[in-house]
Every structure is written in structure tokens, then in C-alpha cells.
């Protein structure tokens, strides 16, 4: 079992940036990738940035150029950068890994809320 720490979410302002943090119980490279989802109220979990073991970076169309998706092997983290905020951003976002051989999230964080509001 593969557990998963995130932090970084909270409260910021429409235009604003917040940078959310993942840490799992394994080592990242173990895994084939990493990434975050989020879902808003109401609405189902959706897909935001995936980076792989090879480096590869995938996002969704309408986060592109505004999210980036890091990490810091030495820290064993990754990260999500969110710029330009909108309101339409708020969400709980959901760290998770993929184990090799597998075809979608393995594991799953307990989720960081994210609200963007004046």
C-alpha cells in the first residue's frame, strides 16, 4: 500500500498562484508515473498534469500554459505550479501514482482543497 501526502492548497485570489505538494511512501521513480486530478463540487474527478518516469509531462488542454507539474527526486516530491488562477480552478486535487504495467492511477491522496475567490 502506497500512501500519499499532499499539501499546499487553500485560499487565493482569482490571478493569484499556489503550488500544491505530493510526497509517496515510495520512491516517484518507482512508479511509471505521477500526477493530479481534481474535482470540483458536484462535478466528476477530472485530470490535470501527468509527469512520467521518462520525464514526460501531459496535461489538460485547458491547464496548459497556466499549470506546470514538477519534482524533486531529492525531496521525493512532486509538485503542482497553478498560475492565472480562476474561480472555475477550485477543486480538491487529488495526488496519485501509477505502479508500472498499469493503465491508470494506482494510488491516491486524501486530496488538498484549492478555492479561488475575491
Known amino acids: 500500500q502506497v500512501q500519499l501526502v499532499e499539501s499546499g492548497g487553500g485560499l487565493v485570489q482569482p490571478g493569484g498562484s499556489v503550488r500544491l505538494s505530493c510526497v509517496p511512501s515510495?520512491?516517484?521513480?518507482?512508479?511509471?508515473?505521477v500526477g493530479w486530478y481534481r474535482q470540483a463540487p458536484g462535478q466528476q474527478r477530472e485530470f490535470v498534469a501527468a509527469?512520467?518516469?521518462?520525464?514526460?509531462?501531459n496535461y489538460e488542454t485547458i491547464d496548459r500554459g497556466r499549470f506546470t507539474i514538477s519534482k524533486d527526486n531529492a525531496k521525493n516530491t512532486v509538485y503542482l505550479q497553478m498560475d492565472s488562477l480562476k474561480p472555475e480552478d477550485t477543486a480538491v486535487y487529488y495526488c496519485?501514482?501509477?505502479?508500472?504495467?498499469?493503465?491508470?492511477?494506482?494510488?491516491w491522496g486524501q486530496g488538498t482543497q484549492v478555492t479561488v475567490s475575491s
Open positions: 496519485y501514482v501509477r505502479r508500472m504495467g498499469e493503465s491508470r492511477p494506482s494510488y
Open positions: 509527469l512520467t518516469n521518462g520525464g514526460w509531462t
Open positions: 515510495g520512491s516517484i521513480d518507482s512508479f511509471a508515473a
